[in-house]
């Protein structure tokens, strides 16, 4: 949009430019400026207006985009272009995704070469390689304290190791995701050292008092994220002889948005890793961007706006590079992320989906679909141009994020349903072979979440010590159940490394200084290459889960109903055990799919006459697309397998 006070902003802008930054070869990008800049004037005057130096931050602004561009490589720019063409790409049923540790799971960003054979041989086409940047040892969080953003981790390799990498897996037809943390810095980070001593300045990009007076203001209302590892949110700096806002660990220094100097300095990061061949980064904790007292400082307004200036501002020089939102908050909070109000995603394409993860653990414990039906049918409508990474292990632990309204719809009370869901996933419970870790255990309010690799939780690990066949079953039967599940339900699935071949918990990190409070670690393991060659050897545990997660994958990409374009039905069934929904495309071979899955450990029916939403089985029998088999209809009934699923194509 053409505004005058923000185009006379940029044509004065525009004159005091650095010549070097006017050259032809900058046309696309000044395209762009001129699209986006009464969008970024506006963020930025929302959040900094006030200012006397609005101005000048507007300038370093403009200058910081304008370089990196200058910096980004023609392949990259043209890579830009080909995506504004085919601008929903990531919508496609055609990705997949996986979640690793380059040092667990190829000792390093060097031996990531080989190991990309695997992916591709699961059919992954999108990886996460999870912070890589370099921190302090020890106090970093699995890397999420960061001491310099734009350096690699020497332990990990170097930042020619990471160009190699990501020129490896664009020729691969993959794509990279890496971490940017916006929220919050390492405590040895170069600013936070010049604030320790003193310096105003950089005092400035963090939140810093010299007494407990604001402090005790901003915890009457702030939840804590780690009570057990790191109760309060202030930390008491002795060589600043300030306190300091520490959401997260006290080592995470949380960064001050309220400084626009901070706002520059991570979008020019961003940009960074988005010219060293990031296709997507995400952008983590992004529900704290904004701090304010009297609220939680979660999911705040100005967080959104940030987030949309970041946006805008990427799409300047970087087009081609898409957001992760990673936002574990309600699901009404959730959605805002791909920004509100739009009917594009205009702040993060993707965000990930921790509702629906928590839900189908629920199902699990339960064996019941009746909460995760009524979870997903109230997630709130995406955007177009917006999609879900869905998962159902990731590095974090399992958060009980559900809504308390559905748990009560669902006929249980919240607070009872959560302990159940605890006790069930720590083997509490007397049900319950899962071998998971409480994590985040809140005295004060009585929460708790779940830590534990995907095979534990699902009972693998006992019924593996016990020598029982049929609790094998149990186990592999629900890994591949939950992993059919975020195949088939719209968005990027998210695999998390080991999964595939039932990796179960590393409890080595117990004897560890640094990580024996933090139960997480419990599935961050080093991925053992022996149990994975035994993908290879028919009937073994590994070979089961991976060559199901195999097939799944490859025939989820054939299908395009499963493309995530809003076309999810769900549809209403009385077996409480099933959930079923369908998925529909406007064109291609198979348009539509009918979904249904069986939470139950024993085989449940479903009435076709039920579903008249769907007036389908005119028709003898279905064809089932993982199995590749005709189905019988004609009795008017389906039965479906202990913890099976089908994928009927209509
Ligand atoms: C994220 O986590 C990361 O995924 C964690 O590994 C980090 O510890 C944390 O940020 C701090 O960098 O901020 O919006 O267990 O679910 O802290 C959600 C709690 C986050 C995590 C939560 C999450």
Not at 90 to 116: I, P, R, T
Not at 190 to 196: D, G, N, Q, R, V
Not at 384 to 406: K, P, S
Not at 518 to 531: I, N, Y
């Amino acid at each position: 949009m053409y505004e005058q006070v923000s185009h006379s902003l940029l044509n004065d802008i525009l004159i005091a430019l650095d010549p070097e930054l006017k050259g032809d070869d900058l046309k696309h990008f000044y395209i762009r400026l001129g699209a986006n800049f009464y969008a970024i004037h506006s963020l930025f005057q929302l959040l900094y207006g006030e200012r006397r130096d609005f101005r000048l931050q507007m300038h370093k602004l403009v200058e910081v985009m304008a370089k990196q561009y200058r910096n980004r490589a023609n392949e990259l720019r043209n890579r830009d272009l080909a995506r504004e063409k085919d601008h929903d790409w990531f919508l496609s049923e055609k990705l997949v995704g996986y979640a690793l540790y380059c040092q667990e799971y190829a000792q390093g960003l060097k031996g990531m070469h080989e190991k990309l054979d695997y992916l591709q041989e699961l059919g992954i086409n999108l990886v996460h390689i999870m912070p890589i940047l370099d921190g302090p040892k020890g106090r970093n969080d699995g890397g999420y304290a960061v001491r310099d953003f734009r350096k690699i981790d020497s332990k990990y390799g170097t930042l020619a190791d990471l160009d190699a990498l990501s020129a490896d897996m664009r020729s691969r037809d993959m794509l990279l995701v890496l971490d940017v943390v916006v929220n919050h810095t390492s405590d040895e980070h170069e600013w936070a050292k010049k604030a320790k001593k003193g310096n105003k300045k950089y005092q400035e990009y963090y939140y810093t008092y010299a007494d407990r007076k604001i402090p005790d203001l901003f915890e009457q209302t702030m939840p804590e994220v780690f009570p057990e590892t790191a109760p309060g949110n202030f930390t008491w700096d002795e060589s600043m002889q300030r306190w300091v806002m520490t959401v997260f660990n006290e080592f995470q220094w949380d960064l001050n948005y309220k400084n626009p100097a901070v706002f520059i300095e991570m979008i020019d990061i961003i940009l960074f890793w988005a010219n060293h061949g990031a296709d997507v980064i995400r952008l983590d904790a992004v529900a704290f961007l904004w701090k304010k007292i009297g609220s939680t400082c979660q999911n705040e307004r100005e967080a959104h706006l940030i987030l949309q200036l970041m946006k805008d501002c990427c799409q300047v020089t970087a087009p081609g590079a898409l957001f992760i939102a990673e936002a574990i908050v309600a699901p009404v909070e959730v959605i805002k992320y791909f920004g509100e109000d739009a009917i594009n995603a205009k702040e993060c394409e993707i965000a990930y989906n921790p509702t629906f993860m928590a839900l189908l653990w629920e199902a699990v414990a339960t064996k019941k679909a009746t909460l995760l039906d009524i979870g997903v049918r109230n997630l709130p409508t995406k955007l177009d141009r917006a999609t879900w990474l869905n998962y159902v292990r990731c590095h974090d632990d399992i958060g009980l994020g559900f809504d308390d309204n559905d748990i009560r719809a669902a006929g249980y009370d919240p607070q009872a349903h959560r302990r159940f869901m605890v006790d069930y996933y720590t083997g509490q419970y007397p049900d319950s072979s899962a071998t998971g870790v409480a994590f985040g255990r809140n005295e004060k309010t009585g929460d708790a979440r779940i830590s534990g690799s995907l095979a534990s939780l699902a009972g693998l690990e006992t019924a593996l010590l016990n020598n029982d066949a049929a609790a094998i079953d149990i186990s592999v039967n629900t890994i591949i159940l939950l992993h059919s599940m975020i195949a088939a339900f719209g968005g990027i699935p998210l695999l998390y490394y080991g999964d595939s071949i039932g990796t179960l918990n590393d409890n080595t990190y117990l004897t560890d200084e640094n990580k024996h409070h933090d139960s997480r670690w419990v599935h961050r393991p080093t991925l053992d290459w022996e149990k994975a060659k035994r993908r290879h050897e028919p009937g073994t545990v590994e070979n089961r889960i991976f060559t199901a997660i195999q097939r799944l994958i490859a025939v989820r990409k054939q299908i395009p109903a499963f493309a995530d374009l809003n076309n999810r039905e769900m549809l209403d069934v009385k077996n409480p055990h099933l959930m079923v929904f369908l998925r529909f495309a406007s064109r291609g071979m198979y348009s539509r799919v009918l979904v249904i899955a069986n939470f139950d450990t024993s085989p449940q029916t479903m009435n076709l006459r039920e579903l008249d939403a769907v007036n389908l089985f005119e028709h003898r029998e279905a064809r089932e697309l993982y199995s590749d088999r005709p189905i019988s209809t004609r009795s008017g009934e389906l039965l479906i397998p202990p913890l099976g699923f089908y994928w009927l194509q209509l």
